[in-house]
């Protein structure tokens, strides 16, 4: 995705978070939340979601 300068493409960005959620790979969910420098509505509900299946504590703290 970087490789051929797709990271600035938000719906691109929340397609790889939603999958880094289903793969119940929170480090990298949390890594590439960090690194985006836009966000929406829809990458707060996927990176919530995903936390959500992992850990319902974790969604928690996100707004913390």
């Known amino acids: 995705v970087v490789k051929h300068g797709f990271e600035?493409?938000?719906?691109?960005?929340?397609?790889?978070l939603d999958m880094y959620c289903k793969c119940h790979c929170a480090s990298e969910e949390k890594q590439l939340f960090s690194e985006m420098t836009h966000k929406d509505t829809i990458t707060w509900n996927t990176l919530i979601a995903g936390f959500e299946a992992l850990d319902s504590r974790e969604s928690l703290c996100i707004f913390s």
């Open 8 to 16: 600035s493409n938000l719906p691109v960005m929340n397609s790889i």
